[in-house]
């Protein structure tokens, strides 16, 4: 073989050889990005990694995540609080609690190991990480629901003892003896200043008890301080004492003397030892009357019929227009009845029917008195403010007057108080004597019924009053009383003569009811 073929073969081996070394050279550059790719792109956690202890090497995101199920459920093992309220205890679980784990974020973390670097820094990593390990740990945030709030509210309401309010009831007074109604002679304020208060004497009060309970809204911001330090465990339920919210001052404040008026039976006729049974047997009656708003008071429905057989004594009472006095079951109780009326007005009070008497009385100023006859003419008034009102009448025998008081809310804002005035607008003077003729009498005996009476006219107001200013001035009405010229009654034929020989009446009837006692 020449010289020449020898280096031809020769070239043609060095190129084959060279060739033949690139080639293998890029398949080995080929093959190391293939496995560099492979460790990159890999789906699973490297070997050596340990989330929250436990081994996820070569597990996917779900495996991984299926795995640290109860690892997660073991972190909050704790969450939780157990109340205690005295002998008594509540759970408060996880569902009272939103929690969220950061998981995810960890293993995101955990899965990134190793994703970046040529081969042999990956495989370095690789064989790191499986050596020493790597771990991560993860966490959770908590907070309470609106469950552990229901739940803590659900506790305060079985365990909290509510308080009681403060009340009050119409002081029951003991049996007068003398009438069988309640007595109510001499009630008023003692002399040695023992009360000070008529409310005191009217109504007994009862303070309220303090109850007993947790601060719901206090547990509840104890429990969240508590989630925010995840602080887990026993949370002791202080008791506080819980005041009643109506005490007697409170309820003082919204019951309140109104008006009270009072009138005198201490001279004339007026103290009459039946007359007084009778007045006495009325305010008994009427004393402690409790009318709700917009109820009607009926004199006579609450006092009741005045009869002989019903316990009534006869005393005078105003006859034959104001002209004369009998005496009549239950006599002087008008002067009950107006009474009531001065308190009624001057507590601001609706006025259903008032009727005055035919004629004028010394017990009251004129145009603020208010009669009242069995079956025939009634006093009736109404409640009409918001709240219950309290009548009591009494007797003062030391004094010998009469009392009215009612009680109820407080004026508004715009008067503390009524005054009332009468004023005379007319005199009406008697018209001339006049002369009745009476078949029982003879010539020339005679007997006067009655003398001159003269009569008048007044207008009654109501004087509204803040402090010592008049804020307003109301007519309440108007009340005419008759006029009576003198009557005498004559016999038959009377001629105008002097009249010398009084026919003497009460011995008349004297012996009329002497005649029938023998028969």
């Known amino acids: 073989m020449s010289i020449g073929g020898i280096v031809a073969i020769s070239l043609l081996i060095v190129v084959l050889v060279l060739g033949g070394t690139a080639l293998f050279l890029r398949l080995d550059e080929q093959h190391k990005e293939e496995k560099r ?15 929250q202890g436990v081994e996820v090497g ?34 408060a679980d996880k569902s009272c609690f939103d929690i969220a784990f950061n998981t995810e ?24 990480i499986k050596t020493n390990g790597r771990a991560y740990a993860i966490d959770y945030t908590v907070e309470p629901n609106a469950k552990l709030g229901a739940l803590i509210d659900s506790i305060a309401a079985e365990v ?35 009360v000070t208060d008529l409310r005191d004497l009217r109504f007994d009060f009862a303070e309220g008890t303090p109850g007993r309970g947790v601060d719901a809204e206090a547990a509840l911001t104890t429990a969240k301080e508590r989630t925010a330090a995840k602080q887990f465990g026993t949370i002791e339920l202080a008791f506080a004492e819980i005041p009643p919210t109506v005490t007697i001052e409170t309820l003082k404040q919204h019951l309140v003397l109104r008006a009270s008026s009072m009138t005198s039976f201490g001279k004339g006729h007026y103290d009459r030892a039946e007359r007084v049974f009778n007045i006495t047997k009325a305010t008994g009656r009427i004393y402690g009357t409790v009318l709700q708003p917009g109820e009607i008071f009926s004199a006579n429905t609450v006092i009741g019929d005045r009869t002989e057989k019903g316990g009534w004594q006869l005393a005078p009472a105003v006859i034959e227009g ?26 601001d009070m609706k006025v259903e029917y008032r009727r005055a008497h035919s004629q004028q009385l010394s017990y009251v100023d004129g145009g603020l008195d208010a009669t009242i006859n069995t079956g025939t003419i009634d006093f009736t008034w109404s409640n009409s403010s918001s709240a219950p009102v309290y009548v009591f009448t009494w007797v003062d025998t030391k004094a010998k007057t009469i009392h009215c008081e009612i009680y109820g809310e407080p004026f508004p804002d715009t008067f503390d108080s009524i005054e009332l005035k009468s004023e005379l607008l007319e005199t009406l003077a008697p018209a001339p004597t006049s002369y009745i003729t009476a078949s029982y009498l003879t010539a020339p005996y005679w007997w006067k019924n009655n003398g001159a009476i003269t009569g008048h006219v007044y207008q009654s107001y109501a004087i509204y009053k803040l402090g010592d200013n008049v804020v307003e001035k109301r ?9 009576h010229p003198e009557r005498i009654y004559v016999w038959p ?25 023998q028969n």
């Not at 974020?105 to 790191?128: K, N």
């Not at 009998?326 to 009950?336: F, I, M, T």
């Open 322 to 347: 104001g002209a004369a006095t009998e005496d009549q079951a239950g006599g002087g109780v008008c002067q009950v009845s107006t009474t009531m009326y001065l308190s009624v007005l001057k507590s």
């Open 160 to 194: 909290n003892v509510t308080p009681t309010e403060a009340t009050f009831t119409v002081k029951q007074l003991p049996t007068n003896p003398n009438n069988g109604e309640q007595d109510i002679r001499d009630i008023g304020l003692p002399a040695d200043g023992s």
């Open 475 to 483: 007519p309440i009405a108007k009340t005419t009383y008759n006029q």
């Open 105 to 128: 974020s960890v293993l995101d973390t955990a899965m990134g190991l190793a994703r970046d670097g040529d081969l042999e820094t990956l495989e370095a990593m690789l064989e790191d």
């Open 37 to 51: 790719q492979a460790i990159i792109t890999s789906d699973v956690f490297r070997e050596g990694v340990a989330v």
């Open 493 to 517: 034929g009377y001629d105008g003569s002097p009249l010398l020989s009084e026919f003497d009446q009460t011995a008349y009837y004297q012996a009329l009811k002497k005649a029938a006692n």
């Open 58 to 91: 070569g597990m996917d995101r779900a495996q991984a995540q299926a795995a640290l199920a109860d690892a997660e459920q073991a972190l909050i093992a704790d969450v939780g609080f157990t109340f205690v309220a005295g002998d008594k205890t509540y759970t």
